[in-house]
């Protein structure tokens, strides 16, 4: 496994020069490429870089797109901001943890999905919000959100 990591990350790296500035490109890559930022992905990009291992991290830290723990195919994400807040969205949350038998922060034990909160998704009008792969669903219901997941069947078996 480690070795595989390996060689797809040198594949990786190979159209970059090893530039301090191809930092933020390379991690949107591995992350692009696995999900998240495997430690020993972060060695390697400090390797490649010539940069110390704490400046990879306290970059990437910096930045809330880049996770350090593997997260599901799919990212579920649940508007907790105000306007979704006074139509429901607590009802939507609680729905969605439900479902998938999971709570904010978590992926369920198939690595299908991850739950997330966020403060806004930009499409106030049509709250309650959330997304799912990057699709944004409106004016949800807890009957909405039963229907998206219906094909979900081991949701009790899911868990963080
Ligand atoms: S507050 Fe939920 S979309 Fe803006």
Redesign the pocket.
């Known amino acids: 496994m480690e070795t595989d990591i390996r060689e797809q990350l040198d594949e990786l790296f190979s159209p970059y020069s090893g530039e301090r500035s191809d930092l933020i490109p390379i991690l949107q890559k591995v992350q692009e490429k696995f999900g998240y930022l495997p430690r020993e992905a972060m060695r390697k990009i400090a390797k490649f870089l010539s940069l110390p291992e704490s400046t990879v991290y306290g970059v990437s830290t910096f930045y809330a797109q880049f996770k350090f723990v593997p997260t599901g195919k799919r990212i579920v994400k649940v508007?907790r901001?105000?306007?979704?807040h006074v139509r429901g969205?607590a009802r939507i949350l609680r729905e969605v943890e439900k479902q998938l038998g999971i709570k904010p922060g978590e992926t369920t034990s198939d690595m299908e999905y991850t739950l997330e909160t966020v403060a806004?998704?930009?499409?106030?009008a049509?709250?309650?919000?959330m997304v799912v792969d990057k699709e944004t669903q409106r004016k949800m219901t807890p009957q909405k959100v039963a229907e998206l997941f219906s094909n979900i069947s081991k949701a009790g078996e899911n868990v963080s």
């Open positions: 508007c901001g105000t306007a979704c969205g806004c998704i930009g499409a106030c049509l709250a309650p919000t």
